[in-house]
């Protein structure tokens, strides 16, 4: 699989350390997106494009 981008679910006041490093290291120079980080994430297409639109701008 070849990514364009990821979102990882996790909770705010995240205390296990998720992502791990190497989850990030793997996924590159792709976007990720937290949910702690930038609360509900919504991923659009029409096939060819997309938009990415957050709850709230990452820290």
Known sequence: MKPLTAVI??????RYGHPS???LDRLG??????TGLHGDVQI???GHKLW???QRTGH
């Open 9 to 14: 679910s996790l909770g705010e006041d995240n």
């Open 21 to 23: 490093p190497q989850t």
């Open 29 to 34: 120079r792709r976007p990720v997106f937290r």
């Open 44 to 46: 659009t297409t029409n």
């Open 52 to 54: 990415i639109k957050t």
